[in-house]
């Protein structure tokens, strides 16, 4: 769940650094490198997560 709540997060904030109102041509560039830095790493978190299930139901099972 705490990995969850971290994906979200990231997400939330990643949307925040894309708001138009604070997106501009002066730190457009960065805004949008930063953006995708979070979205990145929410789905890192995200593959991790399934991969680490995956392997918890492969242990139960055996």
Excluded: G, H, K, Y
Aim: proline content about 2%.
């Amino acid at each position: 769940m705490q990995q969850l709540d971290l994906v979200w997060f990231l997400a939330d904030s990643a949307t925040e650094v894309l708001n138009p109102e604070v997106l501009n041509d002066i730190n457009r560039d960065a805004n949008l490198a930063e953006a995708t830095e979070l979205l990145n790493l929410s789905a890192r978190i995200l593959a991790r997560a399934e991969i680490n299930d995956f392997q918890n139901a492969i242990q139960e099972a055996a």
